[in-house]
């Protein structure tokens, strides 16, 4: 009968020399116990996250007018002593602007559990 757990395979893997320290470098920070054992859970387990920088500029953005405008609004209420239906209004739209990139981007991180 076989051991199907045997590990009597090899894997060469070509890396540089500043691929190879930062891979010793995120073992070393992993505390795991073999640089294998580490090499196999981040093949197995672990992920490659594609990060699209326009994208979370897009949110900064977006998140930086919000806050400008809320602050707008703020320093109205606070000079005039009085709150406007359309200032709420104004305020939930914008909400509404930053809350629904930051929904989706919620979404792509919660896929990376399953």
């Known amino acids: 009968m076989k051991d199907e757990n ?44 594609h990060i699209d920088e326009n994208s979370l500029k897009e949110i900064h953005r977006i998140a930086n007018n919000v806050a400008n405008n809320i602050n707008q609004i703020a320093y109205r209420a606070n000079v005039t002593q009085k709150v406007y239906k359309e200032d709420i209004e104004d305020i939930k739209s914008l909400a509404n602007l930053l809350i629904q990139p930051l929904l989706f981007l919620q979404s792509k991180c919660l896929q990376l559990k399953h």
């Open 6 to 49: 045997k590990r009597d395979l090899y894997l060469k893997v070509r890396v540089s020399q500043a691929e190879m320290d930062a891979i010793k470098k995120k073992f070393a920070n992993s505390g795991m116990n073999t640089l294998s054992g580490f090499v196999r859970a981040m093949i197995f387990e672990g992920y490659i996250v």
